[in-house]
């Protein structure tokens, strides 16, 4: 079987949630976190290692809560982002307080990543269509080491991934009638709004956005070759930063737009159905609690999740 791997961003440094680490509060009622459910739904579609993407600050907690456990059921590797790993000649701007984005997040692991890979946020829950889904692309149908990059990625349905609690950033996508990505655009500061949703542009415009739109979650399946994509496009992002500008971010969504409309890669939308839930605001956690709850009492999981878990 072709190794594949799941890496899991978790350094985000979850100012939304109150300065807690939201990646690591307890949502299960054995006190599994989000990751927890992920890294089940991801071994059982058939990835064979997990890497964390940490701060190093973050190390010692993260492997007390979840590393520890989980490097008893499969191979794990760490990496580590940190706002002052750059390229050669560049240096952390004064004030920079706000991690790189995701495009350097992917692009710290690039030393422990050898196989094609599924990228997701640790405070995401996903369902396991999407797990089932890339694993069988990455597998079966990817074409690694070859240009145009083959790329897929995780489509939810919008209105499966909105917060009760505020507004929510995502990728959202224009897809062709054959499952091809046309374009991804961030869009920020979602809320649904009647039978739409709401948004800002980068303008910080607002738009409207049909709630059955496909949108990304940062759930793709990515070949090892894309990390050199990554590796010579991060010096190209930081040249083109004003001095005073120390929030923006090297996004994979605009990454992987930027590719698409030079026809650099083919992204392979696949739509899942399953609802998203995560925790984006402090006051999710209650409603995800319940949600896990509710998939543990229809048969979706066991309890405890991996002792005698399915």
Not at 206 to 212: G, K, S
Request: charged share 25%; net charge negative.
């Amino acid at each position: 079987m072709k190794e594949t791997s799941l890496v899991i961003m978790a350094a985000g440094i979850g100012s939304r949630f109150g300065g807690g680490i939201k990646q690591l509060e307890p949502v299960g009622p054995s006190g599994e976190i989000i990751m927890d459910y992920s890294i089940h739904d991801a071994l059982e579609a058939g990835f064979n290692k997990i890497v964390f993407i940490i701060r190093k600050n973050l190390e010692e907690d993260f492997k007390e809560i979840i590393g520890k456990r989980i490097e008893g059921i499969a191979p794990v590797a760490y990496a580590y982002q940190e706002l002052d790993d750059l390229p050669e000649g560049f240096q952390k701007p004064e004030g920079r307080t706000k991690p790189w984005g995701t495009g350097q997040a992917i692009l710290c692991a690039k030393a422990v990543i050898d196989e094609p890979f599924a990228v997701i946020n640790a405070d995401d829950y996903y369902g396991k269509e999407g797990f089932v889904k890339i694993h069988d692309y990455l597998v079966h149908e990817m074409n690694c080491g070859t240009k145009p990059y083959d790329i897929c990625m995780g489509g939810f349905i919008l209105g499966n991934t909105l917060s009760e609690n505020g507004g929510v950033t995502r990728g959202v996508c224009q897809v062709d009638e054959n499952g091809i990505l046309k374009e991804v655009t961030e869009t920020y500061d979602i809320r649904k709004k009647g039978p739409e949703a709401e948004g800002r542009n980068e303008a910080g415009e607002p738009v409207l956005i049909p709630l059955e739109q496909n949108v990304s979650m940062n759930m793709w399946g990515l070949s090892p070759e894309f990390l050199m994509e990554l590796e010579k496009g991060f010096p190209e992002f930081l040249k083109a930063q004003k001095k005073e500008d120390l929030k923006s971010e090297y996004l994979l969504p605009k990454i992987i737009d930027r590719l698409v409309q030079s026809n650099q890669a083919k992204v392979r939308v696949l739509e899942t159905k399953d609802k998203w839930f995560g925790v984006t605001y402090k006051e999710d956690k209650p409603a995800v609690a319940a949600a896990i709850q509710k998939l543990i009492s229809e048969g979706v999981y066991k309890t405890p999740l991996f002792n005698g878990g399915n």
